[in-house]
């Protein structure tokens, strides 16, 4: 086995090892069916739709389904434990709904860009091998888990708070991050769309104040969602609470401000507008 098969092994059972977890954690004082949490069974139907759909994607030597896969998995998982749920109250509704409507926006974009580009350059050379393929597959269904794990643990806990400030707080923060985020997509993809544009990078509207608008968003709307939560989680439920970090960390630290970062020094990097705007705007949090 060599080097790139190997490490991916090792990120495949680390990524089903933390699932498994959560599962254990967050269906602690959550209702059941059949003796089997109903967070765990969302923690396992995550990981399996996710290999179900690398088939044939291996097969086919595509990743066209990859984004579009995750979205979906967040939407079913979602509306199936709204339904499957026993007594959903005001506060389940709202976090279904947050990460429902997340889910349809964002996967449509992404779907839409890859479709537009034909294809995703991350994937030419690990879309070639089995194991480094399965592995981006595996961790979707570690990130589906734990982005969405306070909400899903909230939604299905069998502790009960009446519709409260936490309630909409947390979801005055969410519209801010999604739209937000949302905003600065539109942005982007306008930019990218002007043929006077091409080979430049933005500069403008929100990318003015920040290199990662659309990220700063991303974290923001999470943020809301476990402020949502917070009257809500109890004992090992509380585990729920990684998910803001979570996605904080994997943006700021792994797949996706220090790969763009990295594109964008490889592309524009000693151009004197590039590093003058690279001096004056903030990497993520927008500021003048």
Avoid: C
């Avoid at 974009?109 to 070639?128: H, N, P, S, W, Y």
């Amino acid at each position: 086995m060599n080097n790139s098969n190997r490490r991916a092994l090792v990120a495949v059972l680390a990524a089903l090892l933390i699932g498994t977890g959560m599962a254990l954690a967050g269906s602690q004082g959550g209702f059941a069916v059949g003796g089997f949490g109903l967070f765990a069974a969302a923690v396992l139907i995550a990981f399996v739709v996710q290999w179900i759909v690398f088939v044939p994607s291996f097969a086919a030597r595509t990743e066209r389904f990859f984004d579009l896969t995750g979205s979906l998995t967040f939407i079913g998982i979602t509306v199936a434990l709204a339904i499957a749920t026993p007594m959903m109250d005001a506060r389940s509704w709202l976090l279904a709904a947050m990460v429902a409507l997340w889910a349809v926006r964002l996967g449509t974009f992404l779907f839409t860009r890859v479709r537009r580009a034909g294809g995703d350059d991350r994937f030419d050379e690990i879309k070639q091998s089995f194991l480094p393929f399965a592995q981006v597959w595996t961790l979707q269904g570690l990130w589906v888990t734990m982005t969405a794990a306070a909400a899903w643990i909230a939604m299905t806990s069998q502790h009960r708070v009446a519709f409260d400030a936490f309630a909409v707080v947390g979801l005055v923060v969410w519209l801010f991050g999604l739209g937000f985020e949302v905003v600065a997509d539109l942005q982007k993809s306008r930019f990218k769309a002007d043929p006077a544009n091409a080979g430049r990078f933005i500069d403008s509207g929100l990318w003015s104040l920040s290199r990662h608008p659309n990220y700063f968003g991303e974290i923001v709307l999470w943020i809301g969602v476990a402020i949502v939560t917070l009257p809500v989680l109890q004992g090992w439920q509380w585990v729920g609470m990684l998910s803001p970090l979570f996605v904080m960390v994997l943006i700021t630290k792994a797949s996706g401000i220090p790969l763009l970062e990295a594109k964008a020094d490889t592309k524009w990097g000693g151009q004197p507008d590039y590093e003058a705007y690279k001096d004056k705007t903030s990497v993520l949090i927008p500021r003048p």
